[in-house]
């Protein structure tokens, strides 16, 4: 049964500082893993989507690494900015089905 | 660009009644997942189709059914409502597996805010 662990649970930060953000999963056989950015009572942003095959992806101030062999991945964050405050989620995609599970998320706040 | 759409946004019940979510995956999109988020929870996946056909199943009460139509709009129905079903339910849609070289992308639609009195 895959599971996704995302750490730190809470993260706070002055403004410009780098910051990584992580998760792992116990299975390895994915199809792919997501990042998404959720602000309060609000829906999820896709930031980010790394196919199995791949080792990372990136997007403007954004970088999200995959090791599937030890089943983890890592959302780098360039010049954390107060905007950039949500909860940050992983989401693995195993192959064999369509189910996507969740980790419990990060949530950042970043210190004007 | 077209998004996913989910309406209502907002529904409040009363115990036992039912519930009926919509959710209408961007054009083209042949996949649709359905999630409950419970506060301070991440997501939990629910059900989700491919090409009308139901893919995948997760936590989903035997209280729940849902289904996908023929223009590939998806609707969730709950019945006999409890207090914990008070959630986020969020739809989200992709292009599935066999196309665009097999990303599989979800695009998550704004979500419904279920409150259950």
């Known amino acids: 049964k895959q599971e996704v662990t995302q750490i730190p649970a809470a993260l706070s930060v002055p403004e410009g500082e780098n910051l990584v953000l992580n998760c792992s999963f116990t299975?390895?056989?994915?199809?792919?893993l997501q990042w998404f950015r959720q602000d309060p009572g609000k829906g999820l942003t896709s930031l980010l989507l790394?196919?199995?095959?791949?080792r990372e992806q990136t997007s403007g101030r954004l970088n999200a690494s995959l090791d599937k062999s030890s089943g983890r991945s890592t959302l780098y964050i360039a010049a954390s900015q107060p905007g950039d405050s949500a909860t940050y989620l992983c989401?693995?995609?195993?192959?064999?089905?369509?189910?996507?599970?969740f980790g419990a998320g990060t949530r950042l706040f970043v210190k004007a | 660009a077209a998004g996913v759409i989910q309406s209502p946004r907002h529904l409040i019940k009363e115990k036992r009644e039912t519930a009926t979510l919509k959710c209408y995956p961007i054009?083209?999109?042949?996949?649709v997942y359905w999630y409950q988020q419970g506060p301070g929870q991440d997501p939990q996946f629910l059900i989700s189709?491919?090409?009308?056909?139901?893919?995948d199943k997760g936590s989903i009460p035997d209280r729940f059914s849902a289904q996908q139509f023929s223009d590939y709009h998806s609707e969730l129905n709950m019945s006999s409502l409890e207090l914990g079903d008070s959630a986020l339910y969020f739809c989200?849609?992709?292009?599935?597996?066999?196309?665009?070289?097999?990303?599989?992308?979800?695009?998550f639609g704004p979500g419904t805010r279920l409150t259950v009195l």
């Open positions: 989200a849609s992709s292009l599935g597996l066999r196309l665009a070289g097999g990303l599989n992308e979800q695009f």
């Open positions: 299975d390895s056989a994915i199809y792919n």
């Open positions: 790394i196919q199995s095959s791949q």
């Open positions: 989401a693995v995609f195993n192959t064999g089905g369509f189910k996507t599970i």
């Open positions: 054009p083209r999109h042949d996949t």
């Open positions: 189709f491919y090409e009308k056909m139901q893919s």
